[in-house]
């Protein structure tokens, strides 16, 4: 066979990533067919390409059936197995032959060329005759009765005759226009030109050379894959919820890129079905387009992405488990406020909707200490603003609203027709005030509280998303969620409930009453025989809260017979306890509260939950309005009152918040202040300490072990007191100081409706004394108290 010319092919000096081995990506371009007979013979290397026009090699079965070819890449001849027909063949079938182990059944063709080369054109069987016939055995079959003139293909003859008979049978259907052509394609050029239609193009194919030059057809990538090199930075290590750190730090040239391909390396990224979504804080749609080109490179099939780069944390965990996809990645640092000198977090849920488990946290921090090198796809950005199915390279991507979903979800789990009854029957005597702190929950409330329960558009405030969240600090609580307790306050408003940045967190305040949310669990996990969802599962299956949260929802399992668990502080430690059918209701003092429905915490699943239960408790109670402060107080006289209150002092020198804890555990190994009493200077109440413990938790399902998540000083009188880092800041340390003190239900009206800050004054001197925290900390109060 004479030799045959090599094609000269330039490529960019980047790093790339080939398609498969021994390839190059060109673009789709004009040398296509010099390039289909640039490859002189059959190799075996050519089986590396996902889209085959060699033959396959495979073992030989018998000597009859290989057939010895040299190697164009060196070495000696290789074995190519071939199937040949030994029936009686049609002419054709001589110039062809099906490549064996190509899942396309597609077959080669072997006409001669001049100067001694082969077509080796490739089709399926009914293309590869129809090529042979008409290409090379110059068969045209179809004859014209009036002129006599031949033609390959019957479509063609239609064409012609057509010329003979005048006929016009393509009559263009757009209005006021009576053109009619005898060929559609006369008729396409004619709208085009004339009617400005648009025709709709396939997706160019994308070409593969192997370094032999043989040009290889895959039609599935159509953009380049490049690696970038980088080098690891320090402290990417994942929190309760995530990476948190300032906008400023995640701008950082390849700093956003080192954790997202940390992630990739971390799961099974090939073929796999992610969905994307956040707060849509500052710095969101950015982030949205660096892990669609980097998670395209990585091989995911599809992603499902938030219209505009938005999808609150439950719905996130809703859609992840609803269309069962592996996982999601979400844009959040939750409560922390936003824009471009605040903060920012990227966290990584599993396939069950829950936040990644330790052991997967932790090997993203591994990968991003020895990152080298991220890929991308060199592909433009997608339009985030759009809700439809999209190509993305060889990505599918789609873009949706999720807030239909989500209704949809809670219209399964509450009495929706009870709620929207009481509501209607109350609107001059019990309003409702939801506020959105500017933060996702905006989008979603309006569609549950307006569009599905009635409420008036007066019913919400603060629920357009917006990027630095309106400016504040957008953390339910009575500190940064003033703009609540101030209207509640100043009309006497009878419910009224806030969530946070990404929608997992929850505050219920009402006229004259703050519900903690140690308490609120501990109420609708009492209440939970009147909510739909788990009347139709068979009741509540078990209880949990974290370990800094108030026992007062332990009461409430005792007392019904439920088996109840004390986890560390982050919602994944709920998951598994969920996915063994042991858990329904958890809980956490940070404002978080949901079930076993996502793996999540809901805010808005918290505020109708409360909506649920108020409905029902007034259904039983005609001649008197039930509302938040009735609820509390008849919960306290059942299983007496658990004070609750949280000390937060925020971005405190790590130095010293390291400082305070070596104190507490020198005291915990030495035993220094076990059995110690200490007496309140303002209320002169002694306390005697019982027991310190660094707080250890093994998971009761896979019996992973979680250390250090806590340091406990409990009381003889049952009190206790609970140092805590927190792993939600974005910088410097954040220390929270627990504080709990139990009274029974015997104590009576007057001391179980104290004020929290009151009832629990002589236990926070007590502890503030023992810890030495103004000292360590140099902060004479803290920065939020809840």
Known sequence: MPAVERLSISVTPTIVQPLYPYSTNIDHAPVAKKARTACSTYDADHSDFQYLSHLTPSLATSESSLTSIASPH???????????????????????????????????CHWPLPGGDICLYDAKKQAMKRHIELTHLAYKSHSCGICGKSFGQRTSLSVHVATHTGEKAHLCPDDDCSKAYSDASRLLRHRVKVHGYIVRKTAPKSFAVCHCFRLLTIPSMAFQVKEIPTTPFDGQKPGTSGLRKRVKVFQQEHYTENFVQAIFDSITAQGATLVIGGDGRFFSPETVQTILRIGSANGVAKFIVGKDSILSTPTASNVIRKYKADGGILLTASHNPGGPDNDFGIKYNVSNGGPAPENVTNKIYEKTKTIKIYKVIDAPPVELSKVGDFTYGPTKVSIIDSVADYLILLKEIFDFPLIQSFLDAHKSDYRVLFDGLHGVTGPYAKEILVGALGLPETSIQNCVPLPDFGGGHPDPNLTYAHTLVDVVEKNGIEFGAASDGDGDRNMIYGKGAFVTPSDSVAIIANWAHVIPYFQKNGGVKGLARSMPTSKAIDLVAQKKGLEYFEVPTGWKFFGNLMDAGRLSICGEESFGTGSDHIREKDGLWAVVAWLNIIAAANANSPGKLI??????????????????????????????????????????????????VHTSQSTSTQFTISNLYDFEYTDPIDKSVSSNQGQVITFSDGS???????????????????????VPPEAGPAELGRDAADGLKGLIEVALKISKLKEFLGRDKPTVIT
């Open 74 to 108: 060196g070495g000696a001849p290789r074995p190519i197995r071939a199937r040949l027909y030994n029936a009686p063949r049609k002419e054709w079938e001589n110039y062809a032959q099906e490549i064996e182990g190509d899942p396309r059944r597609f077959y080669k």
């Open 627 to 676: 509302g938040i402060t009735d609820l509390l107080q008849a919960h306290y006289e059942e299983y007496g009152r658990s004070f609750f209150s949280r000390y937060d002092y925020e971005e405190v020198p790590s130095e010293g918040a390291n400082a305070l804890v070596a104190h507490i555990n020198d005291a915990l190994k030495t035993g220094s202040l076990t059995n110690t």
């Open 720 to 742: 206790r007191v609970v140092f805590r880092l927190s792993g939600t800041g974005s910088q410097g340390a954040t220390v929270r100081l627990y504080v709990e003190r139990y």
